[in-house]
């Protein structure tokens, strides 16, 4: 069995690095998706990632990700 990985990129909430998710797609054009992380120090520092599993009838299965700041509590959802 292969796996592919694809890199999928956004810039990051303070516009300096970059937002990454990883996907892997098997033989069977199966879908995994990996929680995106920060290529950006300050990012980093700044933000949890968190992420919101939906299930909701009859769409498909989706989640949501968050930056959460770790000062306030703030929530942002990524676009990615
Ligand atoms: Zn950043």
Same mark, same amino acid.
């Given at each position: 069995m292969s796996w592919d990985t694809t890199k999928r990129t956004k810039?990051?909430?303070c516009g !300096?690095? !970059?937002? +990454?998710?990883e996907t892997r797609m098997d033989d069977w054009n199966r /879908?995994?998706?990996?929680t995106p992380? %920060?290529?950006c120090e300050e990012c980093r520092? !700044?933000?949890n990632i968190e992420? !919101? %599993? %939906?299930?909701p009838k009859p769409a498909h299965e989706? @989640? /949501?990700y968050?930056? +959460?700041?770790? +000062? @306030?509590g703030e929530k942002k959802q990524l676009d990615i």
């Amino acid at each position: 069995m292969s796996w592919d990985t694809t890199k999928r990129t956004k810039p990051c909430l303070c516009g !300096k690095g !970059k937002l +990454v998710q990883e996907t892997r797609m098997d033989d069977w054009n199966r /879908i995994e998706e990996n929680t995106p992380y %920060f290529e950006c120090e300050e990012c980093r520092n !700044k933000y949890n990632i968190e992420s !919101k %599993f %939906f299930n909701p009838k009859p769409a498909h299965e989706y @989640t /949501i990700y968050y930056a +959460v700041d770790k +000062v @306030t509590g703030e929530k942002k959802q990524l676009d990615i």
